[in-house]
C-alpha cells in the first residue's frame, strides 16, 4: 500500500509500477485533474490545503476499506497539495487486481470515500474572486 | 493545561494562523472550545452546524473532554480528489 501527501507533480507511472502483480489483469487508474470551469464560472487554479498526518491515516483507512471489501491486490494513492493549475493532477489512484470488474469497483469507492472522510479541502481561484470549496457534511466519519 | 489548535482552509484564513495554542480549562470539550473561539472569531460560529472535530488526527465527538498536549483540528466539510461531480 503506497500513500502520498505531496506538493510535488504527480506522475501515474510510479504508482501503476507499485500495484503491478503478476496475478492481477487489471489494473485501474484514477486521474482527478484540476478542469477550467465549475458551475459556470472560469477557473484559474485550484489550492489545496490538507491536515497531512491525519490526511495520510485516512487514506489509509480508505485503502484498507477497499482491501477487506473486494479481492484487490494492491493499492496506491496520492494526493496533491498547494497551487495546481489547469490541466494537472490533484488526486492519483490506481488499483490492482486479478478481474477488472473489482478492480474498477474498488477504485470507485476509494475515490467516493476520499471526499467524505479525507482532510484535504480546495479553494477555487475565478477572474473575479476565489472561494473555498465545501463538501457536504457526512453524518459518520 | 494547553491544547494546540490547528486550523485548515477557509477557517485558517479567518484565524489568520494555521496553528494555536491555547490554555484550556480543566474538562473542557472540544465543541466548548470551539464556541470560546467564536466569541473571540465571530465568523466561526457560522461552521459551527457542519464542523467536524479531530483529536491527535482523530475524528472525535464533540464532547470529547480535552487532555493536556491534545493537538484538535475543526475540520470543516472536506472537499480533495478532483472537481464536483
Known sequence: MLIEITAEPLAPEPFLQHVRRDDSGAVALFLGVVRNESLGRRVLCLEYDAYPEMAERKLREVAEEAVARWPISEVAIAHRTGRLEIGETSLLVAVSSPHRHDAFAACHHIVNRIKEIVPIWKKEVWEDGEAWIEGEPVGEK | ?85
Open chain 2, 1 to 85: 493545561m494547553k491544547a494546540t489548535v490547528k486550523f485548515f482552509a477557509a477557517l485558517r484564513e479567518m484565524i489568520g494562523a494555521r496553528e494555536l495554542t491555547l490554555e484550556v480549562t480543566d474538562g473542557q470539550t472540544v465543541v466548548g472550545l470551539f464556541r470560546e473561539l467564536c466569541a473571540r472569531y465571530p465568523r466561526l460560529a457560522d461552521y459551527d452546524s457542519v464542523l467536524f472535530y479531530s483529536v491527535n488526527a482523530e475524528y472525535v465527538s464533540p464532547d470529547y473532554a480535552l487532555k493536556d498536549g491534545d493537538e484538535v483540528a475543526f475540520i470543516p466539510p472536506v472537499s480533495g480528489g478532483s472537481g464536483a461531480d
